[in-house]
């Protein structure tokens, strides 16, 4: 069942037009959206997270129109799957009276291949790397300043001593008072970086509060799952159980645009020390073009360089000067091989 039919479906039965058998659909599709859930679970669904999911997602393919407000009528609840099931996909359809406890959620996406710059309304600014998604309360600045991302910003926090900035990826949380810093969070990334330019934050392991670090400025934190790491020359590792906690300091006087970190702010493709498959995923994302590699690399084949106005294919012309590969162009992939 698509997204627009489970909302055509909760639309008649709020409006107390849905069939028995419509509401029977809608408790079916809740069953199966909660035995695909992991074992152990919550039961209740998270009805924020999945707004985030489903929302966002429609705005990404265009397809989200918020519909004129439908008359509602009292609902006689057939118990809490049922009501949860509909809770959801009323925030699906943009339906805000009945969630009068859950404050409005605003976001902003970027695709593959495009950067952009916002605003908030507590005045902090934020920028978007690309293939990027940021959650936020519209009121954010007279409520709790808790955003979540996917993907990479660089943030500029307007200082708030009452309200405390929190900022949640899938791996980690990062609290703030007033500062610049760079999140990296991509979901397909084997590690997860935190780099602070001026300020000061906080930095814990999601779920594990007393896995956390404070920051000095110039200092970036990575965490990585357990295996082969590079080892660390300026800095320390930390075991936090499953994953390692790498702390380098970049430079004591690091400024935007002028470390590696940061310098996609300034519109530069910048790496370092990358495998094929990390750089095959990074070239993805900055030229909006699907990279396969059709072969298996040596492990030893790892990657440095710079590229600013280089198209995609004057980039990996470059790199075929320090590696032995070659590629074929099919409409909007690249496929890589020996």
């Known amino acids: ?61 265009g397809e989200w129109v918020e519909p004129p407000r439908a008359k509602i009528h009292p609902l006689k ?11 959801f996909l009323v925030a699906g359809a943009g339906i805000w009276t009945l969630l009068p406890r859950v404050n409005r959620q605003l976001s902003a996406d970027t695709k593959d291949g495009i950067r952009k710059k916002i605003q908030l309304e507590d005045g902090t600014q934020v920028w ?54 760079n999140v990296k969070a991509y979901q397909t990334d084997e590690s997860m970086e935190t780099t602070l330019v001026d300020g000061r934050v906080a930095v814990s392991l999601s ?30 590792i930390l075991d936090w159980g499953s994953v390692l906690a790498i702390v380098e300091t970049i430079t004591p006087n690091v400024t935007s645009k002028k470390v590696s970190e940061l310098v996609w702010m300034d519109d530069r493709l910048e790496f370092k020390d990358k495998s094929f498959p990390e750089l095959a995923i990074l070239m993805s994302r900055w030229y909006n073009r ?22 995609v294919t004057e980039a990996l012309k470059a790199l075929q000067v320090t590696a032995d590969f070659n590629f074929t162009i099919k409409g909007d992939t690249i496929f890589i091989h020996h």
């Open 1 to 61: 069942m698509s997204d627009q039919q489970l909302i055509g479906l909760l639309e008649k039965y709020l409006q107390g037009r849905g069939t028995e058998e419509e509401r029977n659909a809608l408790e079916a599709w809740y069953e199966t959206y909660q035995s695909a859930k992991a074992p152990g679970s919550d039961p209740q669904p998270d009805l924020l997270q999945m707004y985030h999911d489903i929302t966002g997602r429609l705005k990404q393919e």
């Open 77 to 87: 609840q057939r118990g809490w799957r049922i009501a949860a099931a509909i809770l």
């Open 128 to 181: 978007l790397n690309v293939s990027s998604h940021l959650t936020y309360p519209a009121n954010i600045g007279n409520s709790s300043r808790e955003v979540y991302l996917k993907g990479e910003a660089f943030f500029e926090v307007k200082p708030k001593e009452t309200h405390p900035f929190t900022i949640h990826t899938s791996g980690v949380d990062v609290q703030v008072l007033g500062t610049r810093f």
């Open 207 to 236: 779920g594990h509060p007393d896995k956390k670090l404070v920051l000095a400025p110039g200092e970036k934190l990575t965490i990585r799952k357990k295996g082969k790491t590079t080892p660390v020359t300026n800095g320390r």
């Open 290 to 311: 699907k990279i396969i590699l059709t072969d298996t690399f040596p492990a030893d084949y790892r990657f440095k360089g710079t590229f600013k106005k280089e198209s």
